[in-house]
Every structure is written in structure tokens, then in C-alpha cells.
């Protein structure tokens, strides 16, 4: 676990020799983490760049489903996540509840994360197991912002959760209610 502990901790030199000492660039630890994920977790870019050339699995899943990308848009990790995206990650993966990348840059309401990810042909209307959309986190989180460009890219503004809920339902904020004005005016 010498990778995972200098991916971590940003150790680059360490990196490079364990590297070309042949270390397992996909070793999961107790949680599954990859040495990769720890990098992105981090934060950590030129670390997960070397990661990447040197072969890891850009896709790797922990325990809970998690991959490098995930944690990334997570955390908004905007350069990462386009370094992962440009070295072949499923912008559509799903974590063992069913959230995608997209469901954690809506989450954290990051705008560029989210639109890196759009661009990239991320679902926008994936469904978690309890039915959330991106667009019903980014309502239920106030993120202004990240709605508006979820509903410029098409994203179902009458999806329903497992609970019967529509996005506006969720939603707190009296300028993301207004964004759903017009729609719900013309479908009186």
C-alpha cells in the first residue's frame, strides 16, 4: 500500500519509483480505493496524470461503486475530472446507489464540473435507486446555477422520484421555482 500512501499524501517522487519498481497500479485498499482515486480524492493532478500514463484503471470502482471521476466531481475537481474524462472514464458510471458523476457535481454545485460532464455526453436525466435525477439534487440543493444549465441541456423537468417528487418539489428557492414557471404555465 506504499502507492496508495504517496498518491495520498502527494509524494510525486515516491510515485514515480514505485512506478518503476513495478508497483500494482489497481491495488484496491480496505475501502477499494485505487491509487488513482486517492490522487483525485486529494486532489492531487499531476500525481493522477502519472497514474494514468502509467496505465491505471481510470475506471476502477471501490466498494461503494465509487470511480476516480466520481470523487473528482465530487470534490470539483474540474482539470481532474477533464484529464479522466480525456483518458476514457464513464462519464455514466454508478456508484452501488445508482449516483453518477453528474449527481455529485449537482450535489456539490459546481456549474463547470457539471458542464465538462454534459459536454461529455453524461445522462442528464440518470436515475439514482431512489429515483433522483441530477436536476432533483441540484433543486433540492439550491444550485441556481446548475439547474439552469441541467435544464438548457434537456433534463426532464417532470421526472419523478421513487416518492412521487418532481424537482421543483424539492426545491426551496424562489428563483429556481421561477425557472419551472414558464414550463408549468404552458402545460396548464
Known amino acids: 500500500m506504499a502507492l496508495h500512501a504517496a498518491a495520498k499524501n502527494g509524494v510525486f517522487a515516491e510515485v514515480r519509483r514505485l ?3 513495478g508497483a500494482d497500479l489497481n491495488a484496491h485498499g480496505s475501502a477499494g480505493w485505487t491509487p488513482l482515486h486517492e490522487a483525485c480524492i486529494e486532489g492531487h493532478l499531476e500525481l493522477a496524470q ?13 466498494n461503494a461503486g465509487w470511480t476516480p471521476l466520481h470523487w473528482a466531481c465530487s470534490y470539483g475537481r474540474l482539470e481532474t475530472a477533464q484529464t479522466l474524462i480525456a483518458a476514457g472514464a464513464d462519464v455514466n458510471a454508478k456508484t452501488n446507489d445508482g449516483n453518477t458523476p453528474l449527481h455529485w457535481a449537482c450535489i456539490r454545485g459546481n456549474p463547470k464540473v457539471v458542464q465538462t460532464l454534459i459536454a ?6 440518470a436515475k439514482t435507486s431512489s ?10 440543493y439550491a444550485r441556481l446555477k446548475v ?5 438548457l441541456s434537456g433534463a426532464n423537468r417532470f421526472a419523478k422520484n421513487n416518492d412521487g417528487k418532481t424537482p421543483v418539489e424539492l426545491a426551496d428557492d424562489p428563483e429556481l421555482h421561477a425557472l419551472f414557471a414558464p414550463v408549468v404555465k404552458a402545460a396548464c
Do not use: R, Y
Open 147 to 151: 439547474a439552469q444549465t441541467l435544464i
Open 50 to 62: 502519472a497514474l494514468i500514463a502509467a496505465g491505471a484503471d481510470v475506471n476502477a470502482k471501490s
Open 19 to 21: 512506478i518503476a519498481a
Open 120 to 125: 461529455a455526453d453524461a445522462d442528464v436525466d
Open 131 to 140: 429515483g433522483w435525477t441530477p436536476l432533483h439534487f441540484a433543486c433540492n
